[in-house]
Nanobody, 124 residues
Framework: QVQLVESGGGLVQAGASLRLSCAAS????????MAWFRQAPGKERELVAT????????YYADSVKGRFTISRDNAKNTVYLQMNSLKPDDTAVYYC?????????????????WGQGTQVTVSS
């Protein structure tokens, strides 16, 4: 089992930056790929960014490309999401998730472990 705990959310104005963190505990010796999803009120949960175990492969949704950066520190069992130039449309609950290597990155069912989420609110 892996437990994921997100932190770093908050209320900011448009144009500001935030850095989300996701700390993993439990069976962290496995080679999990990690991702950040988000869910806005009344909308489906969507994939924001993913990163491979080594950190060498990343993916970003078009809506955040160039503004968000996903990274990981395996020594600290932590994944980060640096969010710059935030927009009101980025307002959502952000979730960290983990999947086994070799599974499909763009399929929510691939992700075995989920955090509880952290709220990000961007005011205009």
């Amino acid at each position: 089992q892996v437990q994921l705990v997100e932190s770093g959310g908050g209320l900011v104005q448009a144009g500001a930056s935030l850095r989300l963190s996701c700390a993993a505990s439990g069976r962290t010796s496995s080679t999990y790929s990690m991702a950040w999803f988000r869910q806005a009120p009344g909308k489906e949960r969507e994939l924001v960014a993913t990163i491979s175990w080594s950190g060498g492969i990343t993916y970003y949704a078009d809506s955040v490309k160039g503004r968000f950066t996903i990274s990981r520190d395996n020594a600290k069992n932590t994944v980060y999401l640096q969010m710059n130039s935030l927009k009101p449309d980025d307002t959502a609950v952000y979730y960290c998730a983990a999947r086994d290597a070799g599974t499909l990155y763009n399929v929510k069912a691939s992700y075995r472990y989920w955090g509880q989420g952290t709220q990000v609110t961007v005011s205009s």
